[in-house]
């Protein structure tokens, strides 16, 4: 067991003297806000919408009501943040081997380029398998050519499982092209409807081949056989552990226009000043921003309202805020709203890129997202336990609070799907501490249900009991951190 340092134990100490508790947040207080946010007239909350507008107009406006401060690096609420989508334009395409134009039955073929225009005539194809190979790495020499690669993975590491981290892996390496090949009887609808999604990136930190897309398995099939090859013998071979990757012989000659539009979100950024300068600061940070407009025309229901994942957790932020600006605290308290979390925490990789304050003057970062799951009487689990040495400290606080603690790292699964992460690779203390995640079953039974879709709305079945409970606990973590008496870090310097 490992001892506690002296700067946690006189933390610890500190906590048998504690002042009570203040006014409870009420669940009336967090409706009330809830109501507003995943309300129709948002729209979804999606970035770069009218949603956008009306959502974070009422974050700075509440933030103002409480009595914090604007902290955007030009003075202001918002910081903004530069962010490209793009969507499926025009291709034409043709593909040879030997000199001879191969003919294909199968039309299944989505291509979207980096860039408004994309030409290549002469585009050399090479079958790379899952991507990667059992140890992580791309064997498959794939500089300057197009990789044709598995949408399902077998036999790779838990890191590179995703679609995305292999195709990254694929860019880094080289490539000018990463196509994802679908089984059109499995999973070639969720391959289609991600590319024609018009995904959000973050334009300063893209990781995107010159030209992506994806084709059927049929598609495939054809253009294989067609250039003398056999697709059966191509996956047998792609389950060896080493496997290197198979030049096709086969060069595409493509021409592609894609619909690009760059436009600027916004994080929404507070500031409550503490009375000791260089004391280091606490962070409270929720993502504001949903799905929009989420079902196609004519479904009886079009808008994913987003009102557990975050209406709920930006409704604790303001309660929260309000609490704590009602006094003086040692340490500077910010508060950071994030756009773009659903796109792959892009606000808060921008924040981390380009933060307001010296990053490591960050003693704390608290992240709040989809808080209204779980009932009143949950305990509380730590998201990130063992990745800082906070653990015992937030736990003390919490049980000052008649919160129990689930003691075991379950919840750590969901430690990379949150804007925390973001701050954590950076080297920030950041945590998320709450009920939401402390039953696995009951995030699970919301992540397959209402969760990204049109039934995640405010009804009278909504669970705000636990959520008013971890906005208690989220304001005695914020008064006990930003006081220099009761905490004392090294991390800011003192």
Known sequence: MRLVHSAMFVSLLALASGPAMAKAVTEADLRGHVEILASDAFEGRKPGTEGETKTVKYIAEQWAKAGLKPAASDGSWFEPVPLVQRGQGSATYSFTSKGRKLRIGSDDVILIGKQAEYANSKLPLVFTGAGVTSDGVVRADVTGKAALVLFDAEN??????????????????????????????????????????????????????????????????????????????????????????????????????????????????????????????????????????????????????????????????????????????????????????????????????????????????????????????SKVTIIGRGTTPLDQVVEAVA??????????????????????????????????????????????????SDYHGPNDELTDSTQLGGAAEDADLHIALGRYFADTRKYKSKKAGE
């Open 156 to 377: 790779v590491p838990d890191p590179f499982k995703s679609p995305r981290a292999r195709r990254e892996a694929l860019i880094a390496a080289g490539a000018e092209a990463v196509i994802f090949v679908g089984d059109s009887n499995g999973n070639w609808p969720l391959l289609r409807r991600l590319l024609l999604s018009r995904p959000i990136g973050l334009e300063s930190a893209e990781r995107r081949a010159s030209l992506e897309g994806a084709i059927t398995t049929e598609f495939a099939v054809g253009l294989v056989t067609a250039a003398g090859l056999d697709w059966d013998q191509l996956r047998a071979h792609a389950k060896q552990s080493d496997y290197a990757g198979e030049v096709l012989g086969i060069d595409a000659d493509v021409n592609v226009t894609t619909d690009v539009y760059r436009f600027n979100s916004s994080n929404v950024i507070g500031k409550i000043p503490g009375r000791k300068k260089n004391a280091g600061a606490v962070l409270y940070m929720g993502h504001w921003d949903h799905l929009g407009i989420c079902a196609p025309e004519g479904a009886p229901d079009r808008i994913c309202n987003g009102a557990v994942d975050n209406a709920s957790g930006i409704a604790v932020l303001n309660e929260v805020a309000d609490a704590l600006a009602k006094k003086k605290h040692d340490r500077d308290i910010y508060f950071l709203a994030t756009t773009a979390e659903e796109s792959g925490l892009l606000g808060a990789y921008a924040f981390a890129e380009k933060p307001v304050l010296p990053l490591d003057q960050i003693i704390l970062s608290l992240n709040v997202d989809m808080i209204a799951i779980a009932p009143r009487g």
């Open 399 to 448: 049980k000052k609070t008649g919160r129990l603690i689930e003691s075991s790292t379950d919840a750590n699964a969901f430690i990379q799907r949150q804007d925390g992460w973001a701050l954590a690779q950076k080297g920030v203390p950041a945590l998320m501490v709450g009920g939401s995640f402390a039953d696995l079953d009951l995030i699970q039974k919301f992540l397959g």
